[in-house]
């Protein structure tokens, strides 16, 4: 970690700014209204996302069908390179093994059938629609 995050472990650091710095979310408002809605526990505890984190916490944090069990190893605000990120925390074996094998799960089921339609139709598709509706 450079110098600049060093001296970030010594200040205090709410869990919203440390989730979007650490790169679980991409905005601080989306990891603000996890934090909120419940999906990130501190030691087992639903939190506000003011709440101040210390090293050594326990992070459980759900996102989408995917469930994370982080120790936190380090304090910093700034958001940088998905690598200088990896060193913010350390995850559980269990929790990256079960991870894995619910992405191997979701992987290998079939994908929905999508519709046809490409989004907005273009003026030719639109005029063809409504000679049909219309019945001329």
Do not use: C
Request: proline fraction near 4%; avoid cysteine; hydrophobic fraction near 35%.
């Amino acid at each position: 970690m450079t110098e600049k995050s060093a001296q970030a472990t010594d200040e205090k650091l709410r869990i919203d700014k440390w989730l979007f710095a650490a790169r679980f979310y991409k905005t601080r408002s989306q990891a603000a209204d996890a934090v909120e809605r419940g999906q990130v526990q501190i030691n087992g505890m639903r939190v506000k996302p003011s709440r101040i984190l210390n090293v050594d916490d326990m992070l459980d944090i759900r996102i989408g069908p995917y469930h994370h069990r982080v120790k936190v190893l380090a304090l910093s605000n700034q958001r940088r390179s998905a690598t200088e990120a990896r060193l913010l925390y350390q995850e559980t074996e269990e929790s990256r093994q079960a991870r894995e094998m619910l992405a191997g799960e979701l992987k290998s089921q079939p994908t929905p059938p999508r519709y046809a339609g490409k989004g907005r139709p273009t003026k030719r598709v639109r005029r063809d629609l409504e000679r049909f509706v219309d019945g001329k």
